[in-house]
T-cell receptor, first 115, second 114 residues
Framework: AQKITQTQPGMFVQEKEAVTLDCTYD???????LFWYKQPSSGEMIFLIY??????QNATEGRYSLNFQKARKSANLVISASQLGDSAMYFC????????????FGAGTRLTVKP | SAVISQKPSRDICQRGTSLTIQCQVD?????MFWYRQQPGQSLTLIAT?????????ESGFVIDKFPISRPNLTFSTLTVSNMSPEDSSIYLC???????????FGPGTRLTVT
């Protein structure tokens, strides 16, 4: 069963605007971590932000923030002040630390920033 | 963070042949992972390779097709055996960093099978 769901195959945002990329997950493991990666056309996987299941506050890293709603099992990525260089695929991923401890990915969202 | 290199960066191979992909990390790591990304798709875990133990394969992947070696804490290889066009993908090596909250990826190997 799919454990990570990204329902937006593609998103568009105007330069300098904020955008939210959705991610929901399913797990019965109380200890897990949620990750977001950016994959530009070059193919490399760039780590953006991490949220642990026990973290009390939402994670932030520069222009990236994670809207973590544990009860709803959602971990949406918010990119503020979008830049043309943000155009890429974005993947949400989860590691279940008490269950295999390996990372599973969502289907991804292709973000296009318009000038 | 860990710096990961992969060789080759890309290759075009003929059906029926095998290719070995190398993954080198600049620091010692316990957990290493191999992923496949088929064209236009997400990443799928092939296997977990921890030093000193046999690789653990995910459902749909078998050792005869994807043998893995992990001779030390900084190096691993993945072989794609008896290739077919369906094996055309990006293969990515990944490692856990200093803690389970960190996981990094190599630049990937783009494989095309003709």
């Amino acid at each position: 069963a799919q454990k990570i769901t990204q329902t937006q195959p593609g998103m568009f945002v105007q330069e300098k605007e904020a955008v939210t990329l959705d991610c929901t997950y399913d797990t019965s493991d109380p200890s897990y971590g949620l990750f977001w990666y950016k994959q530009p056309s070059s193919g490399e996987m760039i780590f953006l932000i991490y949220q642990g299941s026990y973290d009390q506050q939402n994670a932030t890293e520069g222009r990236y923030s994670l809207n973590f709603q544990k009860a709803r099992k959602s971990a949406n990525l918010v990119i503020s002040a979008s830049q043309l260089g943000d155009s890429a695929m974005y993947f949400c991923a989860m590691r279940e630390y008490d269950n295999n401890n390996d990372m599973r990915f969502g289907a991804g969202t292709r973000l296009t920033v318009k000038p | 963070s860990a710096v990961i290199s992969q060789k080759p960066s890309r290759d075009i191979c003929q059906r029926g042949t095998s290719l070995t992909i190398q993954c080198q990390v600049d620091s010692q790591v316990t957990m290493m992972f191999w992923y496949r990304q088929q064209p236009g798709q997400s990443l799928t875990l092939i296997a977990t390779a921890n030093q000193g133990s046999e690789a653990t394969y995910e459902s749909g992947f078998v050792i005869d097709k994807f043998p893995i070696s992990r001779p030390n804490l900084t190096f691993s290889t993945l072989t794609v055996s008896n290739m077919s066009p369906e094996d055309s993908s990006i293969y990515l090596c990944s490692v856990e960093g200093g803690s389970p909250t960190e996981q990094y990826f190599g630049p990937g190997t783009r494989l095309t099978v003709t």
